[in-house]
Every structure is written in structure tokens, then in C-alpha cells.
């Protein structure tokens, strides 16, 4: 039991968010302010080609005449667009052709946070152990993608988004906005007009992706915010496990990170996309600081039999508004979403998915658990539709609540919207609180109450831990149990 | 969005749309451009039975929205009303009821809505319940099919008062039952039970909204139904527990069978909970008859259409189980049993 031990021990050594810190480097701004010169900035900075650049102005004017949302239950001040700044990079000329050339002040700020960035690091040790390709962003450049040579080996193409741009400009092209069309709504938009970097990953037909790729995102700079984009595609009966996780310091001010991942599995193939999102939470006694959470994130099971699966640990930010969604347009495809959405402290989530059945014999499945203490709210919202063409489409949703403390609150919203007469949808939804005949009988076994709440939190969001990859499915444990620390008594 | 003031106006941008959230399924502005004249007087004299004659001696009856204004029934009696809400001609109209029930009394409101013709009507009861009273509401729709109809309940209850509705509707062109509660907790109890069997291009909508505002109350709420052909069910059930409202106990179970290609069922059982010792649960499902289930029974020597109709009736009986007046339960399981037929 190497990993309780290890999370224990990791527990009991730890300030209270442990990546707060700022890393000291030399950066790159654009000029403070959003308008059309701002877009124009981002997109030479990023050398890329004339079209990229038409279509973020096109987002960014459909984006002027859009309106922020306010139908999610969270709430904030009004935020101005024109406080910020959209582009941040380290100073480090065109790029690194190789890791000796990256600042070393960013590989420490990597290692202090527990991100293999040298290859041979991941690979000392046992032999077989897991290995993974990392592409690092930092703010609004990816600094070092690994891996790339034996994954090119394979066919897979692992590569930052501005990189995809210049190099493979016919793929992005193909799909870019093809899930999340530019004015999908707001914060897609605003995306759409000043996305900076992210990953890019193409898997060839027939191929299984011989590593987990993972994205690390680091947001840095202060008056920022961070808006990456990513786009996945698996082509004909690929396979490929992607992971995401995200940190940023701690600071008074609310930053904001509206991403755009979208997803593409043609016939037979299948994504596994994981997050285990860690943005600053706040301050949990004032709420003052941390990140906004806006994302959006899709994917489009295009092809027959193609199968995605959405499996998120949502622990940090103040604010997180994001519904991980699967469109099932392909015969049989299969989408899944498996979440933790913890929240703390004054910390605000709005968070669920939907599932969109549009072709015949598609299924998904929905395990949704929330937990809320201190004095956040949680919600889960969701929507599942059959359209009267999705015969056959069968949907099983389980969202399950637990309330720690009596300042917090829970909700479940989910939407059904059932057309046609072949379908089957079945939701059941609970919310409690821990079971003090639980809690009563392990401590009386010799556990303090805080190991108690653990142990028995542990076993409420099992279901979704063991969807997780294994290096992640022991990190995530570790934050569950952080992220509730001083919930208790 | 008023749909009172869209009816006194004659504003139809005063109508809700599917713009407001909790109308997104039930569109009314969409549906009517412009508002009918308002209704013409209905005399009372021609009308003709209703489903609930014979159990109670006093009628009331509300014809195109004019009606009694005020009932009160007094501590610790215990009444049983038959109350008619009789609607005819394509015209507009409101009306609102407000029913008093005094401590430790009992109400049976046995509750019609009928006819309907072209109009649009809102028909609305304020309910008032003393502590410790109870009241039973139980409503069969039958309306026309080109009506369009708003009837809204808001109830609220005093500590150790309790309600129980069951609603039976066959629907209408748009039709939504709009129920709210506000709940005491301190021993009070709410069960909200509901059942549509809509056919053709109908359209029904249960609502309904209960607020836990005490500690220790008790939510308990069925809803099932069936749609066939065009028709289209939705189901929205909120229930909020406000802080403080510890030891509340709810649940939420919505059933539906589709059994067309093109009917359509749209539910939302929402949980808005502020307390954390509470124990709230909520359950829906939608889906066709089980062709096994079917096959057996036919195997037996049952036709198709006669084992469908049975397992619609026991399906959607469930409900009917659960009111507590018996002559009243057996006059709305013979209801029902006629509207789902023998099968076809």
C-alpha cells in the first residue's frame, strides 16, 4: 500500500494549496486590452499563416456582439475584458530546439511540480513502468512537448496547437471548430479570437497510441488569463489515452482560463480523455482570488462504433463552468463521463455533461459525484437527448451528492429530453450527507475524524477513481483528500 | 413573462417562451400570436355531468373563469367539495380560488376541468392550510383538444398540516399543471403524485416546485405516464431545502412509456439542497414496453393489444394506489381505464 502511505504522508507535509508559487522568469506580454490589434498580436507572435488569423477576427467580431451567460448557478462581478492581458510567454527567442535550451528557472518550476519533462526521467526505474509523452504550456506558449521523435515513429503526431498550425495546416483546418463551432457560445468565442497554445494530437487509422499523452498547464503570469485550445482526432480504429492537468499560483486577483477542447473519434476508434484540474482555488476564508473555469469541452463520435470517455477530478478554481459533452452521431458509439467535482472554501461549480444520442444503438453513461463543504456550492447539470432517428440509444446517469457541513449547498439539474420510441433512459440522483454510523464506527476503530472522512469519501468517488490511469488515479486520490482538508469540525 | 397579465392585456410578448427556462418545453408565445377576445359569460344551467358526481354533496363550479372567490373551511371540519372548472368557446379568461382550510380540518377538493373548446384559460387555487389540517386534491383533465391551459396551485401548509394531489390529465394543444408548495417542515407532509396518458398531438406539463423551509418535513412524489403518437409529456420537478431545513426526507420518482416513434417525453427533476443533513433522492426513467414482458403474455394467449393495456393500466395504477379517498380512487382508476382503452 505504497500510495496510502504516500498519501498520507503527502497529506500531513502540506500548506494548503502546494502549487501557489510564482516562478520568477523573464516574460513576453501583449499590450493590456482585447480588441482586433490584440488578435493581430497573438497570431504574428504565433507566426501564423493569413487563414488562422481571418478566422480569429471573425470569432472575435461575433464575439463583440455576444453576451457573458447567466444561466449557470454560479456568481461573480462582471468581468472586464479590457483588465487583461491575453498573450504571456517566456522570453526564450524562437522557441527551444531541445530542453538544454529552455530556461532552467521553468524545469525547476516543472520539477517542484512533479512533471517529468526529461525522457530519461521517465523512464528511470522499473522497467515497464508506465511512461508518458508531456506537453508543457506555460501561460500562453507550450515550453517542451516530449517524446515526440518515438511517437512520430509511431505516426502519432503529439505537438503544441501553433505548432500544428504552420506544420499540418491541412488537418487543422479540416477539424478546427468542426465540434465546437467559433460561436458555440461566449467563452468558446472569446476562445476562438485569442487562443494562445494547447496540444494537438492526431493518431493514424489502426493505431494504438503506444503512451499516454498528457498536457500539463501552468498559468504563471499575473493579470492573465489562459486560453488553450486542443484538439484530439482519432482516425479509422485509433486508440489514445490523454491526460490534463492544470495549476496555477495564488493570487488576489480572479484569472480567467476559457479553454476549448474538442474531440474527433472516427469509425471504431476510441479517446480516453482525462483531467485532473488543480487552478487555485481562492482564498477559502475570503474567496478572494483564484481562477474562473470556463471551458468547453466536446467530442464528436463521428464514426460507427467510435467510443469517447470524459473522466474529470475537478478540485480547484473558484468558478468552474464546463459540461464535458459527447455527440453520438456514429451507429453504436459509446460515450462515457465519469466526474469528481469537489468544492471548498467559497469555491462555486457548475459542472456536468450532456449526451447527445444522434444515431441508432448509441449508449452512455453518466457517474456523476459531487462534494461540497465549507461554504461553496455544487451543482451537477446535465442533458440527455435521443433524437427521433437514435432507435435503440440507452442512457444510465447516476449523480450523487454529499454535503460536508451545514454552509454548503448541492444541486442536481439534469434535462432529458427523450423523442423517439426506442429509447431507454434511466437517472436516479441522491444527495446526503456522511453517514454518522459510518464515521462513528471508524473511528472507533482508532481513526481521527479527518482520516474517517476520508476513508469514507474515498469510498464514495471509487466508481470514478478506477476510470482514471493509474499515475492519475493516485494523484487524484491524494487531491480528494487535500481539497477537503479543514472541512471538518 | 406573466401569462395573467399577458391574458388582461392582451400582450402576447407578455407570454412565457421557451426563452424562460422553466417553460423551455411548454412555449406559449410561440404558439399563440396574438390573444383571444376575452370570454364570453358561460351560463351554468346546460352543463352536464362531471367525473366526481355523487361524492360530495356541495358543487362548485367555475364556468369560463367566474366562479366562488373564497372558500373557508372552518377548525376541525372536515369537508368534501366537487369543484368544476367548465370552459367553453375559444375566448381568454383567469380565475383564482382561494381555499382556507382552518386547523385540524380535513378537505377533500375533488377538482374537473373540462371542456376548454379553442380559448386559453388560467385557472389558479391559492391553498391555505392550518396547522395540523389536511387536504387531499384530487383533479381529472379532460379537456378539448384545441384548448390551451394554465392551472396553477400555490399551497402553503402550517406545521403538521399535510397535502396530497393526484392529478390525472389527458392533456390539451398545450396544457401545464403548475404546482408550488411551500413546506413547513415540523412534522408536515407533501405527496405530489401525477399521471398523463396523452395520444394524438397533445401536449401535458407537471410542474411543480416544493420548498422545504423548516426542519423535519417530508416530500414524497410519483408521477408516470404515457405518450402515443404525436403527443408530448413534460415533467419538471424542483425540489429546494433551505438552510436550516434539517432532517428533510424527499423523493422524486418520474416514469414514462413511449410508445410511438414520434411521441416525446422531456423531464427535469431538480435538487436545490442547503442543509446537509437531509436525505434527498430523485429517479426518471423513460422507455418503451418490455418486449419480453409483451412476448410472455402473449405466449399465454394474450392479443397484443389486450397485454399492452394491461401493462399500461397496472403501470400507471401505481398512482391511483396512493390517493386516499377509496370512492374517489375507484371513479379515477375507471377514468383511466377508459382512456387507455382495451388496446387496439
Not at chain 1, 467510443?307 to 462515457?336: F, H, M, N
Not at chain 2, 391553498?127 to 396551485?153: I, N, Y
Not at chain 2, 405516464?225 to 431545513?245: C, H, L, P, S, T
Request: aromatic share 6%; with cysteine.
Amino acid at each position: 500500500m505504497v500510495a496510502v502511505k504516500d498519501t498520507v504522508e503527502q497529506v500531513a507535509g502540506l500548506e494548503k494549496y502546494e502549487h501557489g508559487f510564482v516562478t520568477e522568469i523573464e516574460q513576453e506580454f501583449a499590450p493590456k486590452g482585447l480588441d482586433r490589434d490584440t488578435v493581430a498580436f497573438i497570431s504574428r507572435k504565433k507566426d501564423e499563416p493569413e487563414w488562422m488569423l481571418a478566422w480569429r477576427l471573425e470569432a472575435f467580431e461575433r464575439w463583440s456582439a455576444m453576451e457573458s451567460p447567466e444561466w449557470a448557478r454560479v456568481s461573480f462581478p462582471p468581468i472586464d475584458y479590457q483588465d487583461a492581458t491575453y498573450y504571456a510567454a517566456p522570453k526564450t527567442g524562437n522557441g527551444p530546439a531541445s530542453l538544454d535550451e529552455v530556461d532552467p528557472e521553468l524545469l525547476k518550476t516543472y520539477e517542484k511540480l512533479g512533471i517529468p519533462l526529461r525522457e530519461q526521467e521517465v523512464l528511470a526505474g522499473v522497467t515497464g513502468a508506465p511512461r508518458y509523452a508531456v506537453d508543457a504550456v506555460f501561460d500562453s506558449v507550450s515550453v517542451v512537448t516530449t517524446f515526440k521523435k518515438e511517437l512520430a515513429e509511431a505516426g502519432v503526431i503529439f505537438c503544441s496547437m501553433s505548432e500544428a498550425v504552420r506544420e499540418h495546416p491541412e488537418l487543422v483546418r479540416k477539424y478546427l471548430g468542426t465540434v465546437v463551432p467559433v460561436t458555440d457560445n461566449f467563452f468558446a468565442c472569446l476562445n476562438s479570437a485569442v487562443f494562445s497554445d494547447g496540444s494537438f494530437v492526431y493518431v493514424p487509422p489502426g493505431v494504438r497510441c503506444p503512451m499516454e499523452l498528457s498536457t500539463y498547464f501552468r498559468i504563471n503570469a499575473a493579470g492573465s488569463g489562459q486560453f488553450e485550445r486542443t484538439l484530439i482526432i482519432a482516425d479509422k480504429g485509433a486508440y489514445v489515452s490523454y491526460l490534463e492537468g492544470c495549476t496555477a499560483p495564488m493570487r488576489d486577483e480572479n484569472q480567467l482560463h476559457a479553454a476549448v477542447v474538442e474531440l474527433v473519434a472516427l469509425e471504431d476508434a476510441e479517446i480516453k480523455y482525462s483531467t485532473v484540474q488543480n487552478w487555485y482555488p481562492g482564498d477559502p476564508e475570503t474567496g478572494k482570488g483564484g481562477i474562473y473555469n470556463f471551458v468547453t469541452k466536446r467530442a464528436d463520435c463521428r464514426g460507427d462504433r467510435s467510443r469517447v470517455s470524459w473522466t474529470q477530478v475537478e478540485t480547484g478554481s473558484a468558478i468552474t463552468w464546463k459540461y464535458p459533452s459527447c455527440v453520438l452521431r456514429g451507429r453504436d458509439s459509446v460515450g462515457e463521463f465519469y466526474s469528481i467535482a469537489i468544492t471548498n472554501g467559497r469555491q462555486q461549480a457548475d459542472t456536468g455533461t450532456k449526451m447527445i444520442h444522434l444515431g441508432e444503438g448509441t449508449r452512455s453513461r453518466i457517474i456523476s459525484k459531487g462534494i461540497s463543504a465549507g461554504r461553496s456550492s455544487n451543482t451537477y447539470r446535465g442533458l440527455v437527448s435521443a433524437h427521433p432517428k437514435a432507435k435503440g440509444a440507452r442512457n444510465f446517469t447516476q449523480c450523487d451528492s454529499l454535503l460536508i457541513g451545514k454552509t454548503c449547498s448541492a444541486h442536481t439539474v439534469p434535462y432529458i429530453e427523450a423523442r423517439n420510441g426506442a429509447c431507454t433512459f434511466e437517472h436516479e440522483a441522491t444527495t446526503t450527507r456522511l453517514s454518522e454510523d459510518q464515521l462513528f464506527y471508524a473511528q472507533q476503530r482508532g481513526l481521527s475524524e479527518e482520516e474517517a472522512v476520508q476513508l469514507l469519501v474515498n469510498g464514495f468517488v471509487r466508481d470514478v477513481l478506477q476510470e482514471l490511469p493509474m499515475e492519475f488515479a493516485v494523484e487524484a486520490q491524494k487531491l480528494v483528500a487535500i481539497s477537503l482538508e479543514g472541512s471538518v469540525g | 413573462m406573466n401569462l395573467d397579465e399577458a391574458i388582461r392585456l392582451r400582450d402576447p410578448t407578455r407570454l412565457p417562451s421557451r426563452r424562460d427556462e422553466d417553460w423551455r418545453w411548454t412555449d406559449l408565445r410561440g404558439l399563440l400570436r396574438t390573444l383571444p377576445e376575452p370570454s364570453q359569460p358561460l351560463p351554468t344551467d346546460a352543463i352536464g355531468p362531471g367525473p366526481f358526481d355523487g361524492l360530495a354533496g356541495e358543487v362548485l363550479i367555475v364556468a369560463n373563469g367566474s366562479g366562488p372567490e373564497e372558500i373557508r373551511i372552518g377548525e376541525g371540519e372536515t369537508r368534501t367539495l366537487v369543484l368544476r372548472h367548465i370552459s367553453r368557446g375559444d375566448g381568454a379568461h383567469t380565475s383564482r380560488l382561494r381555499i382556507d382550510v382552518g386547523p385540524s380540518a380535513r378537505l377533500t377538493l375533488l377538482e374537473s376541468h373540462e371542456g376548454g373548446g379553442a380559448g386559453l384559460s388560467l385557472l389558479g387555487v391559492d391553498l391555505q392550510l392550518g396547522a395540523d389540517s389536511a387536504c387531499e386534491r384530487l383533479v381529472v383533465a379532460d379537456m378539448d383538444p384545441d384548448a390551451v391551459a394554465v392551472v396553477e396551485l400555490d399551497a402553503r401548509l402550517a406545521a403538521g398540516a399535510g397535502l396530497s394531489q393526484t392529478l390525472l390529465t389527458t392533456g390539451a394543444r398545450r396544457q401545464r399543471f403548475e404546482t408550488r408548495v411551500r413546506h413547513p417542515g415540523q412534522g408536515a407532509q407533501v405527496r405530489l403524485d401525477g399521471v398523463y396518458v396523452l395520444r394524438e398531438r397533445r401536449h401535458a406539463d407537471l410542474t411543480s416546485s416544493v420548498r422545504h423551509e423548516g426542519p423535519g418535513g417530508r416530500t414524497d412524489q410519483l408521477a408516470r405516464g404515457m405518450v402515443d403518437d404525436q403527443a408530448r409529456a413534460v415533467f419538471q420537478g424542483r425540489i429546494i431545502v433551505q438552510e436550516g431545513a434539517d432532517g428533510t426526507d424527499a423523493r422524486m420518482a418520474h416514469n414514462a412509456l413511449i410508445l410511438s416513434d414520434r411521441a416525446e417525453v422531456d423531464a427535469r427533476p431538480e435538487l436545490e439542497i442547503y442543509a446537509d443533513d437531509v436525505a434527498c433522492a430523485h429517479g426518471a426513467t423513460v422507455g418503451a414496453l418490455d418486449d419480453e414482458v409483451l412476448f410472455y403474455m402473449r405466449q399465454r394467449g394474450l392479443p397484443e393489444g389486450e397485454a399492452r393495456s394491461l401493462l399500461v393500466a397496472s403501470f400507471l395504477g401505481e398512482v391511483i394506489d396512493r390517493v386516499g379517498s377509496p370512492e374517489a380512487a375507484e371513479r379515477m382508476r375507471s377514468w383511466l381505464q377508459a382512456r387507455i382503452g382495451a388496446g387496439d
